[in-house]
């Protein structure tokens, strides 16, 4: 228990200090941008630090003059977003895993 809290702790911290993803891209969609970002968290297993993945997706719109985010997609959509999620993975495949 004590292990995963401080598992916890150390997610929160390095989520209140901004990281920035170690790699996105975003794409134009016709009607805002699908962007895909992978990010990079090391964590204790067995008293060793490894490197894992994480990937988001999510879309970004202008309503009138504000900028809002989504996690949804219209269909005519999906293949973009099929196509970012693949290109997340390729570069997590070939990503050295730091141990």
Known sequence: MAQANQRKSRHNNQREQ???????R??????????????????????????????TIKKTYKDGEEYKESGSFFPEELSLVAFALQEAFSFI?????RQ
């Open 26 to 55: 975003r794409y134009w969609t016709g009607r805002g941008n699908v962007e895909v970002a992978v990010w990079s968290n090391m964590i204790e297993q067995d008293g060793n630090d490894r490197e894992v993945f994480s990937a």
């Open 93 to 97: 495949s070939e990503t050295p895993h």
């Open 18 to 24: 901004k990281e920035s993803p170690i790699w996105s």
